[in-house]
């Protein structure tokens, strides 16, 4: 068996008219690099550690930088970051000068990740930030050349029920694909997958759980998506699908539960109105909307979607702002379950839209969460006896 990797990259960004001194640091790994001696007003300090040879063992360090401005003291910076074996990884940074303080923290779950400290301001009202892969800050780009442009959020709707169940949430391509080959080891089947693309790099996220077996396809053109699709018809039923373009190319992945032959419809390429008519048909046919999926062909919104028959009623409401979403939700709650949520960006605003179902009970809500967050709302929900149902992963643009 290999040896997993723990390493932090640091980024320090100096956006003052001050000069950071190096005045101490300090290193818990097999390897690193210094931090920088100086870094000058408007630059980026960048440095790191790693923990390849040595066996379940984490990584961790801190750095002291004074403030010089005009040839005087004007504060004191102080960098932590850890990154163990097991658990959260941690980053904390704090400014002080004459009695005044300012200080920010952040946390996530990757085994070889970056942050990004901030320093901002003038001596007497410095600011800080922190910035862990995952959560960071909009329209930024690091010392190293990673655009790091979006802040990813995770929403994720969770229903009554007492089988097994996990999630993985936003990991690399090879992490993903590790992660999920030990999902399916222990017995648990994929029911969806979604990807998003954050600091230049893609990033998977999957829902599973226990009780029939399902089968995945991954990064298939639009044609060779409808080919599969009608290659499974009437004998497995596609059960969640996602949708991404890549280097100007769209690829498609699917989920498909075998052995279940239900007379479903996939939808995709509608604009929004001729969507929500043409499911409406459908559901008056008999078959509900399931999923429905937002997605952007040049600078035009389409939807794709999922209609299962079930002899159940349901409500779709989609471009809702977050109030709107959450007092449907409310409204919907004494009487019919969420069972799929979208978030997406529209013009710089982020919308909303849900499919509800009549009949179901239990049923509860995260949204706003970074991805250790969700992790945490995970066991908290599944110790109450909720299983995560579907979860969306988007940019936090606001209302």
Known sequence: MG????????????????????????????????????????TTGQWGC????????????????????????????????????????????RVDFNGTSDSDSGSNHIDETYVRFVLDGVPGAFTVGCFPEGTVELGQTTGGGLI????????????????????????AEDDFLAS???MLASGLTITQ????????????????????ETHLERKLTTDAFVAEFGNHYGKDCLIDFSTYEESGDRF??????????????FLWGYPPDDFTAKTQEIF?????????????????????????????????ERDMSLARFLQVWEEQYPTSCLISLEAYDVGGQTLWSGIWHDGLQGNSLSYACADTVLIDDFYAWHDAGLRLAYLTVYQDLGD
């Open 180 to 182: 999920h080959a030990g």
């Open 284 to 316: 008056d046919a008999g078959a509900p909307l399931s999923i429905a999926k937002p997605y952007f062909s040049g600078d035009q919104l389409l939807w794709a979607g999922l209609c299962h028959p079930a002899p159940v009623g349901s409500y779709f």
């Open 50 to 93: 790693d923990n390849a040879s040595i066996p379940f063992f984490g990584v961790e360090g801190n750095a002291q930088f004074v403030v010089v401005m005009n040839g005087a003291n004007v504060g004191h910076v102080f960098l932590d970051w850890s990154n163990p074996f097991a658990g959260a990884d941690t980053f904390k940074i």
């Open 252 to 265: 498609w992945t699917g989920v498909w539960q075998l052995g279940r032959s239900d007379d479903h419809v």
């Open 193 to 212: 997958i979604t990807s998003q693309e954050t600091a230049g790099q893609r990033r998977w996220s999957a829902v599973y759980r226990s009780g029939f």
């Open 148 to 171: 790091v442009n979006t802040v990813m959020s995770w929403a994720a709707t969770f229903i009554e029920a007492d089988d097994a169940h996990g999630v993985i949430a936003g990991l």
């Open 3 to 42: 040896i997993t990797t723990r390493s932090v990259q640091v980024f320090f960004e100096n956006r003052t008219e001050a000069t950071l001194f190096r005045s101490d640091f300090n290193f818990d790994a097999d390897e690193w690099q210094a931090p920088p001696v100086q870094i000058d007003p408007g």
